[in-house]
């Protein structure tokens, strides 16, 4: 039981919000509306911006760590699928552990 909690924590250090949070449906409309009227230089937002070159710079490092954890996921980034699973295998534990959380 104490290699599947390793295993199932080493996998929850990977996620981040952005792999779970529903997309933003209204931003991305937003956005088709410009690349269809040909607009290319249209205002982004800074703060995602600036999330997305950090989020792109850990995936480089994970990369080039030793002992990474991003192979076990099969796309590279957690999908929801694989939170499911997770989330599966930690019921799995608790209640083989007899612990019940409400």
Same mark, same amino acid.
């Not at 924590?9 to 779970?20: E, G, K, M, P, Y």
């Not at 269809?36 to 850990?58: C, P, S």
């Not at 002992?67 to 796309?75: A, I, L, T, V």
């Given at each position: ?12 250090? *990977?996620?981040? $919000? ?7 449906? /209204?931003?991305?409309?937003?956005? #088709? ?5 040909? =607009?290319?230089? $249209?205002?982004? *937002?800074? /703060?995602?911006?600036?999330? #997305?070159?950090? =989020?792109?710079? =850990? ?13 076990? $996921? /099969? ?8 939170? #499911?699973?997770?989330?599966? #295998?930690? /019921? ?8 019940? $959380?409400?």
């Amino acid at each position: 039981m104490v290699i599947e909690v390793r295993d199932i924590a080493s996998q929850l250090v *990977n996620i981040r $919000f952005t792999d779970i949070a529903p997309r933003d449906l /209204e931003a991305v409309e937003h956005a #088709r509306q410009h690349l269809q009227a040909g =607009e290319t230089d $249209f205002e982004v *937002n800074e /703060e995602v911006a600036e999330k #997305r070159k950090m =989020e792109g710079l =850990e995936d480089m490092l994970s990369q080039l760590t030793a002992g990474s954890n991003r192979g076990q $996921f /099969e796309s590279g980034r957690p999908t929801i699928e694989d939170i #499911r699973l997770l989330k599966t #295998r930690l /019921e799995v534990l608790t209640q083989r552990l007899g612990l019940s $959380f409400g």
